[in-house]
Every structure is written in C-alpha cells, then in structure tokens.
C-alpha cells in the first residue's frame, strides 16, 4: 500500500505545483488588466476555480499522504526529511500569500505590480527544486 501511497502523493504534489506556478502567472496579466474590465473579470473567476479546484485540494493531498509517508516509511527521521518538510511548510505559506491575493483581486483591491507577481512566480519554483533535490539525493 506504501507504493500507492507514495503514487498518489508524487500526483498531488504534481498538481499542487502546477497551480503554484500558474496562478501568479495568471496574476501578473490580472494586475496588467483595467479594474472592473472584461479580462478582469475573466482572471477572478480563473483564479478562483485554480485555486478552489485544483490548488487547495492538491496541497491537502500533498499534506496528509506526505505526512503518512513521513510517518510510515522514515518515522520522521532524517535532517533531509527535516528540511524538506521546512521546505513544504515555506511553500504552504507562499500558497497562503496567494489565497491573500486572489481574494484582493476578487475585491478589486489589488496594489501590487505585474513585477511583483513575476518575482513571486519563481519562489515556488525554487522551493521545488530544493525539495526535489532533498528528497532524491538525501544529502544529509
């Protein structure tokens, strides 16, 4: 069951970082679009259905089976293990930074620049690469 286990979470961390990488995307040509305009309100219904359809319920998944496999298969040992889960905290909190800003769109209160929602697009990707490393190498 353990392999299973593992396959369904290796899906939903797929599918969480898909929709961690594609949101702020979505959000620079929101910032970029007139308040109140037709594309604007195409982006807030785009990033709402991303993040309650795809995003949330990925991270969750993510969250539960990696947590079991942690449990289950390490016994929550090992400094990589450690740091990876630092890691997946971190990306939580930039997934809760995202929740902030879709709900300020959906508002009509956004104030920060397409730059800023370019630069906060590569910090998922960063985070991902740490992880992937530490969970296949296991340096330490």
């Given at each position: ?23 702020p ?21 785009m ?11 990925a ?65 998922p ?13 296991k340096?330490?």
């Open positions: 069951m353990y392999e299973w286990i593992k396959a369904f979470h290796v899906m939903a961390v797929i599918s969480w970082m898909a929709g961690m990488l594609y949101l995307r979505l959000m620079v040509y929101h910032a970029e679009a007139q308040t109140g305009s037709i594309q604007s309100e195409t982006f807030k219904i990033e709402r259905r991303l993040l309650r359809g795809i995003i949330n319920p991270m969750a998944l993510t969250w539960v089976l990696g947590l079991y496999l942690a449990w289950y298969g390490f016994g929550f040992k090992g400094g990589w293990l450690h740091a990876k889960l630092l890691f997946v905290f971190l990306l939580s909190g930039i997934h809760g930074v995202l929740v902030k800003h879709v709900r300020n769109f959906a508002e009509d209160r956004n104030v920060k620049s397409p730059r800023y929602f370019r630069i906060l697009n590569e910090v990707a960063v985070m991902m690469v740490v992880i992937v490393i530490l969970v296949v190498v340096p330490f």
